[in-house]
């Protein structure tokens, strides 16, 4: 289900490579809006729906994951996308809500298309399939150098590395310039941060930037 209308809500996505700090500043910026008297709605991808928990399970998690061919991760990765935007953010913009999503369709056309080489035309169009019209209204990309990045999913409490998280140091080298250029290539919907920042300057800062979008 397609929006039908201009919606009186705002999505906002948040990209980056793990161990960016998304989740943080998430929160801490759901707080902000909640103060503000916004309903917020937050989501994560590959997940916050039911049917798209178990994709994300198939997908990072499953003992044969390593035999996954890249076409096959992009089309679970936007299945479980088409769900969340019907199921969760188009019924959350229609009734005013902000949606905060930890990742969104960036993440297909940065990990799936420039990480593992898939042709950028399919990736455009399948993403496109799956969100419909539902686009970002801004676009957070919190911006870490590859070697802080990493150096955080080590120290993560977590057991085993999960399947993204084993790649080689290439291959997120390629997420962080691929996110970059993109951002670059989009100005008006992208704002790119400094993840390095201690967490309550970067909050600051894109707390300011979300006020200013959503006046
Ligand atoms: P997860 O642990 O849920 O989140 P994060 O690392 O962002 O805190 O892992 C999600 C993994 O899936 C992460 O490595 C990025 C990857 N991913 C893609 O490759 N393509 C996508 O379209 C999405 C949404 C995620």
Redesign the pocket.
């Known amino acids: 289900m397609p929006l039908k209308s201009k919606p009186t809500g705002k999505l906002i996505s948040f990209e980056?490579?793990?161990?960016?700090g998304?989740?943080t500043q998430i929160s801490r910026l759901a707080a902000h809006l909640q103060k503000a008297g916004r309903e917020v709605i937050s989501t994560?991808?590959?997940?916050g729906t039911e049917i798209g928990e178990q994709i994300?399970n198939i997908?990072?998690h499953n003992s044969k994951g390593d035999e996954m061919c890249a076409e096959t991760?992009?089309l679970l990765?936007?299945a479980?996308?088409a769900q969340v935007v019907r199921e969760v953010i188009v019924p959350a913009l229609t009734r005013g809500a902000v949606v905060l999503t930890?990742?969104?369709?960036?993440?297909?056309?940065?990990?799936?298309g420039i990480?593992?080489n898939l042709a950028a035309d399919p990736v455009a169009q399948i993403n496109r399939f799956a969100v419909g019209n539902v686009m970002p209204d801004l676009t957070v990309v919190i911006d870490v150098p590859t070697e802080v990045s990493l150096a955080r999913?080590r120290q993560r409490a977590s057991d085993l590395p999960?399947?993204?998280?084993r790649?080689n140091i290439d291959f997120y080298k390629k997420?962080r310039e691929g996110y970059l250029v993109l951002a670059k290539g989009m100005p008006d919907r992208f704002v790119v941060f400094d993840g390095t920042l201690s967490l309550d300057a970067l909050e600051k800062k894109i707390w300011a930037t979300v006020k200013e979008r959503l006046a």
């Open positions: 980056g490579s793990e161990g960016s998304k989740s994560r991808e590959p997940g994300r997908i990072v991760e992009l990765f936007t479980a996308r930890d990742r969104y369709l960036d993440s297909s056309t940065v990990y799936q990480g593992r999913i999960d399947r993204m998280e790649e997420i």
